[in-house]
């Protein structure tokens, strides 16, 4: 068996794309290559997903960032949105966050271009719209706005028209940033580490979609739960992900990202492991993650 999860990505990696396999992937269902997708005639407007968990250090930014450039990658135009305070993906996309306007700026003047605060990545087709620490003072600012839980959803509109798809990298916890996400959101990920304790708080952030979906956005809906941090050689992880499986069914996506020390290093060079380490079979899963997401349709 290969190592981490990205086992199958590595191995089945010259098979041909889309074929059914014999060979059961990690979540017990046949392997799939999933075919390349086809190149888009025009652009936009964008699909908009929210990744989303309260529990942190489950994968989020390092989803966001490779999914992100991996879509680019396949001609998708792509915003990647840090919608937290910590800036974890702007730093790792190797973006300045000093003495330029971020995300936060936009919160509090809705009236301002969001083209002002929008960077160009060092990957082609994938752009960024930063944040830093004074995202954390925006709940406080927002909390006597009018229409409050929307104000994300009017910056993005702005610009909405330009992509195939905006992510939002989400911050870990419920709060009104949160909500902002999924109020402004048309799917939901959920990136959930192969862990006993990650489980635990999914029953809540399924709940607090629902009360998005019934009282703010009617259309959302959820891509799927994204397993992270898989490591085969241990029973603990086999067995959350089976429990994973039990629990949410066919929304559990069928690419599961395996645990790698390459995450790491690429987020300390700036850039996703796409660049940093594109043979290596992380960055082969997170292509695969692109294609499976568009054959799910979730993204054009």
Do not use: W
């Amino acid at each position: 068996m290969a190592k981490s999860g990205e086992s199958v990505a590595g191995s089945k990696r010259g098979a041909t794309a889309g074929a059914e396999s014999d060979i059961l992937g990690p979540t017990g269902r046949p392997y799939r290559g999933f075919d390349t997708p086809r190149p888009l005639s025009s652009h936009g407007p964008a699909r908009i997903i929210a990744l989303c968990n309260q529990k942190g250090g489950v994968g989020k930014t390092t989803t966001t960032i490779n999914l992100a450039a991996s879509l680019a990658e396949y001609g998708r135009t792509v915003l990647a949105v840090d919608f937290d305070p910590q800036g974890a993906l702007t730093a790792g996309l190797g973006i300045p966050t000093h003495d330029v306007p971020t995300v936060y700026d936009l919160l509090l003047d809705t009236k301002r271009d969001p083209h002002d605060a929008i960077i160009p990545s060092a990957v082609p087709g994938l752009d960024v719209l930063p944040a830093n620490i004074d995202l954390s003072a925006a709940e406080v600012h927002l909390v006597n706005e009018v229409a409050r839980e929307t104000i994300l959803a009017r910056v993005l509109r702005k610009v909405a028209a330009e992509y195939d798809v905006i992510l939002i990298d989400c911050q870990p916890s419920l709060g009104l940033l949160t909500v902002n996400a999924l109020t402004a959101s048309h799917g939901v990920i959920i990136p959930l580490e192969c862990e006993y304790f990650a489980l635990r708080g999914v029953a809540l952030l399924i709940e607090t979609i629902d009360k998005v979906r019934d009282r703010l956005n009617p259309d959302i809906r959820l891509d799927g739960v994204l397993a992270t941090m898989y490591d085969p050689r241990t029973l603990h992880s086999r067995e959350v992900l089976e429990r994973v499986v039990e629990a949410f069914s066919d929304d559990v996506l069928e690419t599961v990202i395996g645990r790698t020390v390459k995450f790491p290093d690429a987020s300390v060079s700036g850039m996703p492991i796409t660049t940093f380490a594109p043979e290596h079979a992380a960055a082969q899963a997170y292509l695969r993650l692109a294609r499976e997401l568009v054959a799910r349709g979730a993204v054009a």
